[in-house]
């Protein structure tokens, strides 16, 4: 590697804009001492709606949070030391070989916790070929069913595609079993996000079809709840589809939708809690998520 910056704006050192214990990610990942997450600066996506875009998007400012190998490896250890129940990476696919090398650090330095990669799903299947074996759960989005939404609120060029692609080697590596402990923690799985988006813009009817019919109807959903309108979402109007919240019959028809598909294993977050939960400002340790399970 050397010092050019591409598309993500970012170099041979990672940038890690914040880490901590974080217990708004689904149950059996937060569990009781938080998830340990890793919030890596900047992105490969420009999402118009993005919620956490004082990171993603900042590129000049996210420069200062430059970090060491070995100080990532020191984050991940402090995070076991904690307590935290895993270390996951949030938005790694911009650093993978830095990731990784971290990884290894820190597991020559007794790191024993299950590895996330949380990510947007906008990766190269050759890079996640070279992850298998690292990473113990895949948790990505899958945020458009069309190329062209991807195009349009997301800035990247054939994004339905390469998501689908990406999680099809994911899937290869998981199957369509999740792996519990003996308190019901995660170790080891495949997890898909769908963010359902105002104006059926993320097609979950057909990415939900294409789950069932390409990898399984057994694989883990974790359908969201939490947009509300921000970033230029807020504020521009070539975006007015997405300028406000889903309804609640929006909500509904998504839910609906994995009891129709036969989804049975996975997450719901609840529709109330999640609209202010993510909010940067708010911070409440109740889970806002509920088992699929626990709505059919």
């Known amino acids: 590697m050397n010092d050019e910056i591409a598309a993500c704006y970012s170099g041979r050192l990672p940038i890690v804009s914040s880490y901590t214990a974080h217990f708004g990610e689904e149950p059996a990942l937060s569990g009781s001492k938080g998830a340990g997450n890793i919030f890596f600066g900047n992105c ?8 956490n875009f004082q990171i993603s998007q900042t590129w000049k400012t996210q420069k200062k949070n430059e970090i060491t190998h070995e100080r990532l490896a020191e984050m991940m250890l402090e995070l076991q030391n904690r307590g935290c129940h895993n270390i996951g990476f949030v938005s790694p696919t911009h650093f993978v070989p830095q990731m990784a090398r971290g990884i290894l650090l820190a597991a020559q330095q007794g790191l024993k916790l299950p590895i996330i990669y949380n990510t947007n799903a906008y990766d190269s299947v050759e890079v996640l070929k070279l992850l298998d074996g690292i990473i113990d759960i895949y948790l990505p989005d899958l945020k458009y069913a069309e190329d062209q939404a991807g195009f349009e609120f997301s800035k990247v060029r054939g994004y339905a595609h390469h998501a689908r692609e990406s999680i099809k080697e994911m899937f290869r590596q998981m199957g369509d079993k999740l792996v519990y402990d003996e308190n019901g923690l995660l170790k080891r799985g495949l997890v898909i996000r769908l963010l359902v ?66 989804f049975e294993e996975g997450f719901l977050q609840e529709y109330e809690s999640a609209s202010y939960y993510y909010r940067p400002d708010f911070e409440d340790k109740d889970k806002p998520f509920k088992d699929i399970r626990d709505f059919q």
């Not at 490969?44 to 919620?51: H, K, P």
């Open 44 to 51: 490969n996506l420009r999402c118009v709606y993005c919620q």
């Open 197 to 262: 988006l105002p104006n059926d813009i993320a097609g979950i009817e057909e990415n939900l079809q294409w789950i069932k019919n390409e990898l399984s109807p057994k694989v883990a959903i974790s359908l969201m709840a939490q947009y509300y309108a921000t970033n230029k979402a807020a504020t521009d109007s070539r975006y007015i589809l997405l300028s406000r919240r889903i309804s609640e019959r929006e909500w509904f028809n998504a839910v609906s939708l994995l009891e129709d598909l036969g």
